[in-house]
């Protein structure tokens, strides 16, 4: 069964930058698809980033396009997301999630992802 854990949250003051790390284990993160997901204090879970398996597509949510990197480390089984210029609309409870894809897969969304997160909390204030 695979298990995700996120680190690297805290409190940031706007503009600032953080870098949210998912860690795996019971599998390897090479056979998934991962993404970062966000939820906000009373709002809905956002998709926030996905890569795919190959790592050869990513994909952002336009809020968050040209401040958020997200990247796949597979050796160290981790897949990370680099956020700069932060701002206070990005405060949320932050969760990677996964999903096993075939080999060939060409499906680069992350949707109906099967594995989740306990969450890290992002917290932007001044």
């Known amino acids: 069964q695979l298990q995700l854990v996120e680190s690297g949250g805290g409190l940031v003051q706007p503009g600032g930058s953080l870098r949210l790390s998912c860690a795996a284990s019971g599998g390897s993160l090479n056979a998934y698809a991962i993404g970062w997901f966000r939820q906000a204090p009373g709002k809905e879970r956002e998709g926030v980033s996905c890569i795919s398996r190959s790592g050869g597509h990513t994909d952002y949510r336009d809020s968050v396009k040209g401040r958020f990197t997200i990247s796949r480390d597979n050796a160290k089984n981790t897949v990370y997301l680099q956020m700069n210029s932060l701002n206070s609309e990005d405060t949320a409870v932050y969760y990677c999630?996964?999903?096993?894809?075939?080999?060939?897969?060409?499906?680069?969304?992350?949707?109906?992802?099967?594995?989740w997160g306990k969450g890290a909390l992002v917290t932007v204030s001044s």
């Open positions: 999630a996964a999903d096993w894809r075939p080999p060939l897969s060409s499906r680069t969304d992350c949707s109906g992802m099967a594995y």
